[in-house]
């Protein structure tokens, strides 16, 4: 089906977030929740809706306002525990400079929740996971590892100590790190979540039809996610995040059981992975560093077909 002329990004791409031309402005539309990752009800909305709000930054844009989506068991939590989660969520809408209208509940027997997200963009400098150019370097602004992390807290295999540098990064918005991309001229961007590192760079390899190469040696982990992997801690997304990228990945050094949990770890409220041209890619990392965020030049982008290269 054809979409209207006004919708400049649809679902053709598997790109974070739809956006709509209206007039001379751009709406951007996305909804996310997650199940909880921590036993603070607070962090937990802080997290969550710092993951919705990232697929807004993600096509750079700044969020306008969202609705809360509310999935709640009536007999496990109590109303102060609800009420704490959707306190820290609209903590993290207010430090995003957006507004809450309103949301819906329904009675489920596992506690999710997030957001359904609008937001605005310019028109002549939407980031899409479709423009990344063959030369163009590859740039990760958050550690990975945050599934292995999750699970193993889940699994009693992590305390509360070991679990904070990760859940500080989750409660972290990508609002310096999408604005500081389109500053230094980005041509590509995209979240990394739930997909992993690695089937979120396919999307991109897909969309730009181009090849992404990513140094695994160079991309970055929570400390804790080596503890977990020691400890043989994974989640199914990892393996499901895996088999997908079968056929598409050109394994060139014999990755090491621990590069490949890694590579396909799903992420909550994971950082950008952003393709930004050479000329840039020195001034981008160390504006990065001075917003305190932990960037790393894990790669570059090849020339086509779609593929996604380990080195």
């Known amino acids: 089906m054809r979409l209207p002329d006004n919708i400049l990004v649809g679902p053709g791409t598997s ?23 921590c036993d603070d009800p607070r962090r937990f909305g802080r997290v969550a809706a710092a993951n919705a709000l990232s697929d807004i930054y993600a096509m750079g844009g700044r969020p306008l306002f969202a609705l809360n989506l509310c999935c709640f068991p009536e007999e496990v939590a109590s109303k102060a525990v609800l009420a704490s989660i959707l306190a820290g969520g609209l903590e993290t809408l207010v430090e995003a400079g957006a507004v809450l209208l309103g949301g819906h509940s329904v009675r489920d027997p596992e506690l999710k929740y997030g957001l359904a997200v609008v937001g605005q963009v310019d028109p002549d400098r939407i980031l899409t996971n479709a423009g990344a150019r063959e030369g163009d370097r590859l740039v ?44 230094h001229g980005a041509t590509a961007c995209t979240d990394v979540t739930g997909y992993g590192l690695g089937g979120h760079a396919l999307e991109v390899a897909r969309a730009s039809k ?16 080596e503890r977990m992997c020691r400890l043989g801690v994974s989640t199914r997304g990892t393996r499901d995040n895996d088999a997908a990228a079968a056929g598409s990945l050109e394994d060139r050094v014999g990755m090491s059981s621990r590069d490949r949990q890694l590579l396909f770890d799903p992420q909550t409220s994971g950082g950008l992975l952003v393709a930004v041209p050479p000329a840039a890619t020195d001034e981008l990392i160390a504006d990065l560093a001075r917003s305190e965020h932990r960037a790393a030049l894990i790669g570059e982008v090849l020339e086509g077909p779609a593929r996604l290269e380990i080195t």
């Not at 977030?17 to 951007?28: C, E, I, K, P, R």
């Not at 904070?164 to 609002?175: Q, S, V, Y």
């Open 15 to 37: 790109d974070d977030a739809g956006v709509y031309l209206l007039g001379d402005t751009a709406l951007v539309a996305t909804a996310d929740f997650i199940t909880p990752v």
């Open 210 to 225: 181009v090849g992404l190469r990513i140094r695994m040696d160079a991309v970055p982990a929570y400390e804790a996610f």
């Open 140 to 183: 990760l602004t958050k550690p990975l590892g945050t599934g292995a992390i999750i699970n193993g807290f889940r699994k009693q295999e992590l305390d509360e100590q070991g679990l904070e540098p990760a859940l500080a990064a989750m409660e972290r918005l990508n609002d310096e790190a999408a604005r500081l991309a389109v500053k």
